[in-house]
């Protein structure tokens, strides 16, 4: 993993080295262990535009100085800087030899230089992998930038009249004078919604990022073209497909092959270990694969048994006799929001960033590489909503009209994932459409956005769906395919590879999940409905393939979250802090949101008339990154 950046001045202006310098200092973190540039022209020849190019390397395949990038081709006409792995790059570098393709390093980068030499823009369709990169093509004065098909690494950019900047984060880029920048309002409403903003917007107005799955290329005079390289399929119906026997031989063959690849380091390695299934299967194959005792990482939360997960891990742990270490999260760790905002350059919903981050620190003491299980909910439909989803579709409108009358007059349960609390989610969203259902099952405030927001905030709203485009291109699915698409579009690469970006690098630590795997993707998108999900059952394929390797308590455990008890902690010890922040009359929130509506969720919450949890903890993001920018009205 490492920090990228880089600046393409279209006046011919020389691109300043302190202020390159000053662009990778944010990025510092994804790279701590050496730094490159480059300005070109070089000393002595001549361009009609200059191009810097800077570098933060996190050293994990070819440690030599003959991996330190930016990397050129052998006549100094290309140059590029990588953020991330090219798992496959060993069979096409074979291939580019047996062309004649001479290389003078083991590393990964080097095969993106001469696979462009072959086939130009379409070098990226050619790359397995998760990798952010820029290669400036001095012959033709074009920048070409892409990201990986799932958009597990990050590139964020910003297009002025005189220049062109990128960064892996989105600091990096602000940091150029010529990025002009204030907070996006219009992203304030999507981020109440979902939780962060819309695909390719950032809450910086003029800072954008380039969509996964696409490619994108700046000419010297400043025209940008940007297109998709990659789509997944949807799968129609029902139908014919392969045998049981089949699919879930492929899918173990496809899983451990997705392993296996993600082995390749040339520093130490590891993985998470939550205790569910994903995460267990992961371990299972790489105990069989070194051969040697596994380093695997757990959490544990303090005040709230329902979210801890260890003992399952231990389970695993000791079946797979791995070298095992845990870790108790206290409610203090909310001491990191401030850290959490800076590192993604924003608030953020998703509050499992928590214990995200801190197993992440935790993993860095030992290894700098570790594997995860993240992907799995999405691709083999592990999560209760999918399943809620499909259900939906054959409840009789009036019942689920009756439904949630009736549930909205219990009382509302203490435990979170107590079968009341899942009815009452259930029953509120059973009768709206199918995309709108998913929306509001996964929403942050939902119906009550409006009573959140002030009158001009709500007005900048606009379109607070699902992208249109993901939406045209999931029609004619089945149902279940419709939501796996969408999801995998929308809520994977803007909420849970984000986190996970975000934490781990935050860290210096790599992270790969083999369940993002290009072949096993599309693989199990173009299966059946029925290898997902059957009768009662979830990621039922999966289950099939690797029940004879784990403890049956984990295949048969239901789905839990890696979340946080929120709840009890804003109840508990941080009542004062969360009610302090959000209510005080110098919230900088106050120009944007209802003061007295949050009072309101406040209240109810310590009184425990309700559980606002994820509501506050969005609310309190976003008045702690209001407070770092120094954004008011």
Same mark, same amino acid.
């Given at each position: 993993m490492c920090g990228i950046c880089g600046v393409v001045d279209f006046d011919g202006a020389p691109v300043a080295a302190a202020l390159l310098r000053e662009m990778t200092d944010p990025v510092a973190n994804r790279g701590p262990d050496a730094e490159g540039f480059v300005f070109l022209p070089r000393d002595g020849e001549k361009g009609p535009v200059k191009v810097g190019l800077g570098h933060r390397r996190l050293a994990i395949i070819d440690l030599s100085p003959s991996g330190t990038q930016p990397m050129t081709n052998e006549d100094g006409t290309l140059w590029v800087v990588l953020n991330g792995e090219i798992y496959n790059f060993r069979e096409l570098r074979a291939e580019l030899e047996a062309r004649g393709h001479p290389f003078k390093s083991h590393s990964d980068t080097e095969v993106i230089l001469h696979l462009y030499e072959e086939r130009g823009e379409a070098c990226v369709e050619a790359l397995d992998g998760m990798f952010a990169f820029a290669l400036w093509d001095g012959r033709a004065q074009r920048l070409l930038l892409a990201r990986d098909r799932a958009g597990k690494k990050p590139l964020f950019y910003a297009a002025t009249d005189h220049c062109f900047v990128f960064g892996s984060e989105v600091k990096a880029v602000l940091r150029h004078p010529a990025v002009a920048t204030t907070p996006a309002v219009e992203a304030f409403p999507h981020y109440f919604v979902f939780g962060y903003p819309p695909p390719g917007e950032t809450f910086? #107005?003029?800072?954008? !990022?380039?969509?996964?799955?696409?490619?994108?290329?700046?000419?010297?005079?400043?025209?940008i073209e940007c297109r998709r390289y990659w789509d997944l399929t949807v799968r129609g119906t029902e139908g014919p497909g392969p045998s049981e026997r089949e699919a879930v031989g492929a899918v173990r063959t496809l899983v451990t092959e997705a392993v296996r690849k993600r082995l390749v380091s040339d520093v130490p390695l590891g993985a998470f270990l939550s205790g569910g299934m994903d995460s267990s299967v992961v371990v299972a194959l790489m105990s069989r694969l070194i051969g040697e005792p596994v380093?695997? *990482?757990?959490?544990?939360? =303090?005040?709230?048994? @329902?979210? +801890?997960?260890t003992p399952y891990a231990r389970q695993v742990a000791a079946q797979c006799a791995t070298h095992h270490t845990e870790f108790v999260v206290e409610p203090d760790a909310v001491a990191l929001v401030d850290r959490l905002v800076r590192l993604h350059d924003g608030p953020f919903g998703d509050s499992s960033a928590i214990p995200t981050f801190l197993v992440s620190e935790l993993t860095r003491r030992h290894v700098t590489v570790a594997l995860n299980g993240d992907g799995g909910d999405e691709v083999f439909a592990g999560y209760p909503r999918f399943q809620?989803? /499909?259900?939906?579709? /054959? /409840? $009789?409108?009036? /019942?689920?009209?009756?439904?949630?009358?009736?549930?909205?007059?219990?009382?509302?349960?203490?435990?979170?994932?107590?079968?009341?609390?899942?009815?009452?989610?259930?029953?509120?969203?059973?009768?709206?459409?199918?995309? $709108? #259902?998913?929306?509001?099952?996964?929403?942050? *405030?939902? @119906? +009550?956005?409006?009573?959140? %927001?002030?009158?001009?905030?709500?007005?900048? =709203?606009?379109? %607070?769906?699902? $992208?249109?485009?993901?939406?045209?291109? =999931?029609?004619?699915?089945?149902?279940?395919?419709q939501i796996l698409y969408v999801n995998f579009m929308t809520y994977l690469p803007g909420d849970l590879l984000v986190k996970a970006d975000r934490t781990s690098m935050g860290n210096g630590l790599e992270t790969r999940s083999p369940f993002l795997d290009r072949a096993l993707v599309e693989y199990v998108a173009g299966l059946p409905d029925r290898f997902k999900l059957r009768g009662g059952t979830v990621k039922w394929s999966l289950k099939r393939a690797f029940s004879d390797v784990l403890p049956r308590a984990i295949v048969a455990r239901p789905k839990r979250g890696f979340g946080v008890p929120l709840g009890a902690w804003f109840r508990g010890e941080l009542r004062d802090y969360v009610r302090d922040v959000l209510t005080a009359a110098?919230?900088?929130? #106050?120009?944007?949101?209802?003061?007295?509506?949050?009072? !309101?969720?406040?209240?109810?919450?310590?009184?425990?008339?309700?559980?606002?949890? !994820?509501?506050?903890?969005?609310?309190?993001? *976003?008045?702690v990154w209001l407070r770092q920018t120094g954004t008011t009205a």
């Open positions: 910086h #107005r003029g800072v954008r !990022q380039l969509p996964p799955a696409h490619w994108m290329t700046v000419d010297g005079d400043g025209k380093k695997t *990482f757990s959490l544990g939360f =303090a005040g709230d048994p @329902a979210f +801890d997960e809620a989803s /499909v259900a939906a579709e /054959v /409840v $009789p409108r009036p /019942v689920a009209w009756l439904g949630a009358q009736v549930s909205r007059l219990l009382p509302e349960p203490g435990g979170y994932h107590h079968p009341v609390r899942r009815a009452q989610r259930f029953f509120a969203a059973a009768s709206l459409p199918l995309l $709108p #259902r998913l929306r509001e099952w996964n929403s942050v *405030f939902g @119906a +009550d956005l409006r009573r959140l %927001l002030h009158r001009d905030v709500w007005a900048t =709203a606009g379109h %607070l769906d699902f $992208p249109a485009d993901v939406v045209a291109r =999931a029609r004619g699915g089945s149902v279940l395919s110098s919230a900088r929130s #106050r120009a944007y949101v209802d003061t007295s509506y949050v009072r !309101q969720l406040v209240d109810e919450h310590v009184s425990a008339r309700h559980d606002h949890g !994820q509501k506050l903890w969005a609310l309190l993001t *976003f008045e």
